[in-house]
């Protein structure tokens, strides 16, 4: 166990994941509960390989899944939801998931229609349709490592959740996805931060439509002003949704937010010299070196940058025949 989280009852079981992007193993927090069985937060993924770790975290802990009494998923990504349903199917442990990301776990955001959606979205950012392709891919990859849970019950923001050792609230922080939650132990000013907070990597607010035409959900927007919120925090460990706990969170976000402004900053300067440009013509200039497989993830990020351009009234979209176009006020 590592000593921080220790004291609190918890376990951390490292779980491999296939994608070097996440920034390493996926956690699984096995919490002990008042009757000697264990809550999980964050229910790693549905891979062989990703089984066979949480199966050896349990043996190692000397429980089984049988022992499970709650599970909570930190948002509806299949490396932190892909076992949860064969956990459920073990422990008949209900899950517990924020209401904006029931529709991934559940596979209900994976339709005909929605990807309907998201080709016409697309196409406004002046995307190439190839691009549908990756999200295609993404699904399937998706139904391979996750099976979709039928059972979910919503995690509401601002509960309080009773552990054996401590409490920790329900922290509604959208971004990276519409519904992800960290819980914060006040007391013991531990944050389990899933991705919001990852030591190495940046937490890629993706362009996700929910079930809208255009994104209510505005993940760089929102995703600065929860990391503004976690920032006043006094937070003294940080247990991650990859790779090791660490400590330093203000550091970090401010390079973060930092990171961010000089992106916003090369924004302007592209749109000052070039005029009004699509989401799309932007992207190749701000990611000269991105792969091809990488186009969904840099034009999220492009997209993010833009609407908070927007929100500060730095810049401002126009559309005509079709195609959305941003540009200095
Ligand atoms: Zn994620
Ligand atoms: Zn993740």
């Given at each position: 166990?590592?000593?921080?989280?220790?004291?609190?009852?918890?376990?951390?079981?490292?779980?491999?994941?296939?994608?070097?992007?996440?920034?390493?193993?996926?956690?699984?927090?096995?919490?002990?509960?008042?009757?000697?069985?264990?809550?999980?937060?964050?229910?790693?993924?549905?891979?062989?390989?990703?089984?066979?770790?949480?199966?050896?975290?349990?043996?190692?802990?000397?429980?089984?899944?049988?022992?499970?009494?709650?599970?909570?998923?930190?948002?509806?990504?299949?490396?932190?939801?892909?076992?949860?349903?064969?956990?459920?199917?073990?422990?008949?442990?209900?899950?517990?998931?924020?209401?904006?990301?029931?529709?991934?776990?559940?596979?209900?955001?994976?339709?005909?229609?929605?990807?309907?959606?998201?080709?016409?979205?697309?196409?406004?950012?002046g995307a190439p349709l190839h691009l549908l392709d990756h999200v295609r891919l993404h699904w399937q990859d998706t139904h391979r490592m996750a099976r979709p849970l039928e059972q979910v019950e919503p995690l509401e923001a601002g509960t309080l959740l009773r552990f054996k050792r401590f409490s920790a609230e329900v922290l509604h922080l959208p971004g990276h996805t519409p519904g992800l939650v960290c819980l914060w132990a006040a007391q013991e000013r531990v944050l389990?931060?899933?991705?919001?907070?990852?030591?190495?990597?940046?937490?890629?607010?993706?362009?996700?439509?929910?079930?809208?035409?255009?994104?209510?959900?505005?993940?760089l927007v929102e995703y600065v002003r929860s990391a503004k919120r976690v920032r006043e925090l006094p937070v003294e460990l940080v247990a991650p949704g990859h790779a090791e706990p660490f400590s330093g969170h203000v550091e970090l976000i401010d390079r973060l937010l930092g990171f961010y402004d000089l992106r916003q900053q090369k924004l302007l300067a592209l749109l000052e010299a070039q005029g009004p440009r699509t989401p799309a013509e932007l992207t190749p200039q701000i990611f000269p070196r991105a792969r091809e497989h990488q186009l969904y993830l840099t034009l999220s990020e492009v997209m993010g940058n833009l609407e908070v351009l927007e929100q500060e009234g730095r810049v401002v979209r126009s559309e005509h025949q079709g195609l959305l176009r941003f540009q200095l006020p």
């Open positions: 166990m590592t000593a921080g989280l220790d004291r609190l009852g918890v376990r951390r079981i490292p779980v491999p994941v296939p994608f070097p992007e996440a920034g390493g193993p996926a956690n699984v927090y096995l919490i002990e509960e008042e009757d000697g069985g264990v809550a999980l937060f964050d229910a790693g993924i549905g891979t062989k390989e990703g089984r066979d770790a949480i199966h050896a975290g349990f043996a190692a802990a000397g429980l089984s899944l049988g022992d499970i009494r709650r599970i909570f998923i930190s948002h509806g990504h299949l490396d932190h939801y892909g076992y949860a349903r064969a956990a459920q199917e073990a422990s008949g442990a209900p899950v517990f998931v924020h209401l904006r990301d029931h529709d991934k776990v559940t596979g209900r955001d994976r339709t005909k229609g929605r990807l309907d959606l998201y080709a016409a979205w697309l196409t406004r950012l389990f931060s899933d991705d919001h907070l990852l030591e190495r990597v940046s937490p890629n607010p993706l362009l996700d439509l929910e079930s809208h035409p255009e994104p209510v959900h505005k993940a």
